[in-house]
């Protein structure tokens, strides 16, 4: 015969407080909006790193150069051109790059206190 533990699913949040369990979730919440920032620093950093190969590139070029507009287009350009764009691409990546180390800072300091909160609740 099987008790009533067995069939019931336990849950170890049903004995928290309805603050400590909104709390939980909070922290969760904000653990996924913190790995999607994560996501999208990786994606500007792989970016900041081909423009800084394409400058690097372009810089050694004494010849004709060439843009790809989309995927279809090619234009003849300038070295000076596509470097003078290259740099303003960077340093906007730059910019992007310290705001959202600005919010992976505060994110990491508000997704702390929340877990130590939490943990007091849980541990009494």
Do not use: Y
């Given at each position: 015969?099987?008790?009533?533990?067995?069939?019931?699913?336990?849950?170890?949040?049903?004995?928290?407080?309805?603050?400590?369990?909104?709390?939980?979730?909070?922290?969760?919440?904000?653990?996924?909006?913190?790995?999607?920032?994560?996501?999208?620093?990786?994606?500007?950093?792989?970016?900041?790193?081909?423009?800084?190969?394409?400058?690097?590139?372009?810089?050694?070029?004494?010849?004709?150069?060439?843009?790809?507009?989309?995927?279809?287009?090619?234009?003849?350009?300038?070295?000076?051109?596509?470097?003078?764009?290259?740099?303003?691409?960077?340093?906007?990546?730059?910019?992007?790059?310290?705001?959202?180390?600005?919010?992976?800072?505060?994110?990491?300091?508000?997704?702390?206190?929340?877990?130590?909160?939490?943990?007091?609740?849980?541990q009494g």
């Amino acid at each position: 015969m099987v008790n009533e533990e067995q069939r019931a699913p336990v849950n170890p949040l049903a004995n928290l407080d309805e603050e400590t369990q909104r709390k939980i979730q909070e922290l969760q919440m904000m653990e996924q909006s913190f790995q999607q920032l994560l996501m999208q620093k990786n994606a500007f950093s792989m970016e900041a790193n081909e423009t800084d190969f394409i400058l690097e590139e372009v810089e050694k070029t004494s010849g004709e150069v060439s843009r790809i507009i989309g995927n279809q287009v090619i234009i003849k350009s300038t070295k000076e051109e596509i470097v003078e764009d290259m740099k303003k691409k960077k340093e906007l990546i730059d910019l992007r790059m310290k705001s959202i180390d600005e919010q992976e800072k505060q994110f990491s300091e508000k997704i702390e206190s929340i877990r130590e909160e939490v943990m007091k609740k849980i541990q009494g």
